[in-house]
């Protein structure tokens, strides 16, 4: 089943993709891959630096990323799972940021901001598809 793809949902997939790209990178540095620096670099920012990083960041940052980046296709593609599936993403992500906010930095509520702002969007978007049984929009 389609859904109706207008600039909201390109901007949605767009934002989406971006915020994906951005966790992958982030995803890299945290394993070195992108030298050493920036390894040093990010472990700084942490306010309680891992002494592995792998399965608290790394791992979470590579399949966020790599769903985020499916489920933004799927939302350009006019596909519902996109629809369906950025929404469901988005919740695991707030999820995510609320550990790593206690757990790890404080500043990790900068994450849930994105998340927040598609779900609120997808979901009013949802509703007024008339395939939805929703009001036209």
């Known amino acids: 089943m389609k859904h109706n ?8 997939a767009m934002a989406a993709m971006a915020q994906s790209a951005l966790r992958l990178y ?11 620096d920036m390894k040093a670099q990010l472990t700084t920012l942490l306010e309680n630096p891992v002494t592995d990083p792998l399965l608290p960041l790394t791992i979470p940052f590579f399949l966020l990323g790599v769903f985020g980046i499916v489920t933004a296709i799927g939302l350009l593609a006019g596909r519902s799972w996109g629809v369906y599936g950025t ?14 906010m206690a757990a790890i930095q404080c500043t990790a509520v900068m994450g849930m ?3 927040a702002i598609f779900i609120i969007y997808l979901m009013i978007a949802n509703y007024r598809s008339p395939r939805a049984g929703g009001m036209a929009a």
């Open 26 to 36: 982030f995803g890299l540095a945290t394993t070195g891959a992108l030298g050493s």
């Open 87 to 100: 929404i469901a993403l988005s919740v695991v992500t707030i999820f995510y940021d609320i550990w790593a």
């Open 113 to 115: 901001v994105l998340p």
């Open 5 to 12: 793809r207008n600039l909201g949902m390109i901007v949605v």
